[in-house]
């Protein structure tokens, strides 16, 4: 497996090691001592999440304020441009971003950690997604921070197109005006 470090310190790319033949592939989706290894860091995940989105779609950018989740995410179908976000104001990092495709094709997977808002973009027909998490879902801690927050600066794959989300997502607030990990 191959780790890459990202300009956030505290975020990775996975690159699998794939075999593949006439028959079809094989790769290890996860091993906890590699992740471990590379990370520094020890997590259990309690919970797996599969969801399917159409091209356009824009989820995000979602975090927990209490049981904060940490994420490895991959896309089993399709394509997403993968977005994290550091919201912990201790850090040098406070508002920076870090995006990268993730894609059946590619199959790598990208490390959120707790204190991260989260977010991606369907850029093929459809996706379908997956993401262990490191708490369980808790819907009352849940805060949305705007995909389009000027002071963040994402630069999302468009194409000129005006991205399909939810009402939840339309009314995420600014990062100056949400509640953030200190």
Not at 14 to 21: A, Q
Not at 139 to 147: A, F, L, N, T, Y
Not at 166 to 180: A, C, F, I, M, Q
Request: hydrophobic residues 35%.
């Amino acid at each position: 497996m191959n780790v890459i470090q990202q300009a956030i310190p505290e975020v990775f790319i996975f690159e699998p090691r794939i075999f593949g033949d006439e028959r079809g592939f094989f790769f290890e989706s996860f091993n906890k001592k590699v992740f471990e290894e590379a990370t520094g860091i020890q997590r259990d995940f309690v919970q797996d999440n599969h969801s399917r989105s159409s091209k356009g779609v824009l989820r995000g950018l979602h975090y927990q304020i209490q049981q904060a989740q940490g994420k490895l995410v991959r896309v089993t179908e399709g394509a997403v441009f993968d977005v994290a976000v550091d919201i912990r104001t201790s850090s040098p990092t406070y508002g920076r971003w870090v995006g990268t495709v993730l894609s059946a094709e590619n199959k790598r997977q990208m490390w959120v950690p707790e204190g991260f808002a989260h977010g991606f973009l369907v850029i093929s027909d459809y996706a379908e997604f997956l993401y262990k998490t490191t708490d369980y879902y808790a819907p009352q801690h849940e805060r949305c921070i705007s995909w389009n927050d000027s002071s963040i600066g994402i630069e999302w794959p468009l194409q000129g197109a005006t991205p399909v989300m939810s009402e939840k997502d339309l009314n995420g607030r600014s990062l100056d005006e949400s509640e953030v990990f200190p």
